[in-house]
């Protein structure tokens, strides 16, 4: 008997060259539905327990959240990195980049990824099709705080995205120690 062969939607495929996933994974398309910080838990556990378990097993595939080498991921990563201030309260903070695929994030929420640094969080959803905020369409509606879709990898692309989520990560430690000023230089490019 033959073997079945099981074709990604163009938008999963999309996803799994990404973030360097092997040919043969096959996203959950079912998931609990959890509160939004419990998923955000759930995600960062997960990473670390799926990393943890391949560096056991030896395996050629890890996906390390603060040292990304999979497909697409360190360059995004560290065009964020890049933006961050090196030193923040005397501390050096790490950027951890947590995939979300086939969680409960990802399947309400449609959160595929997200950044977190220094105790906060910015989401991301990748997708060919061009969503944004206030879409008509319910389908188009971005619902991550940034879309990264087939522009953002062009030429260009990588560095906005990488000034704009640094943004965003800065902004939003602002607010979480109520300081409402800047933390350091950020270097815009």
């Not at 959890?34 to 097993?57: H, K, P, S, T, Y």
């Not at 991550?144 to 902004?171: K, Q, V």
Request: charged share 20%; aromatic share 12%.
């Amino acid at each position: 008997m033959g073997q079945i062969m099981f074709t990604l939607p163009a938008g999963r495929e999309f996803e799994r060259t990404f973030f360097g996933l092997p040919v043969s994974w096959v996203p959950s398309y079912w998931a609990p539905r959890l509160g939004f910080d419990a998923a955000i838990q759930q995600v960062i556990q997960d990473n670390w327990a799926q990393f943890a378990e391949a560096q056991r097993l030896g395996a050629s595939y890890v996906h390390n959240p603060i040292e990304p080498e999979m497909g697409r991921t360190p360059d995004v990563w560290s065009m964020v990195k890049g933006y961050l201030p090196e030193e923040v309260d005397g501390r050096n903070p790490p950027l951890g980049l947590y995939v979300a695929l086939g969680s409960s994030l990802d399947l309400h929420y449609g959160v595929d990824a997200f950044f977190w640094w220094d105790g906060c969080c910015a989401t991301v959803d990748l997708s060919l099709q061009e969503k944004t905020k206030g879409a008509q369409n319910p389908k188009m509606v971005l619902h991550a705080d940034m879309l990264i879709g087939l522009s953002i990898l062009r030429r260009g692309g990588l560095n906005w995205f990488g000034r704009r989520m640094a943004r965003l990560l800065i902004h939003r430690r602002e607010v979480l120690v109520g300081t409402g000023s800047r933390i350091g230089k950020v270097r815009w490019v």
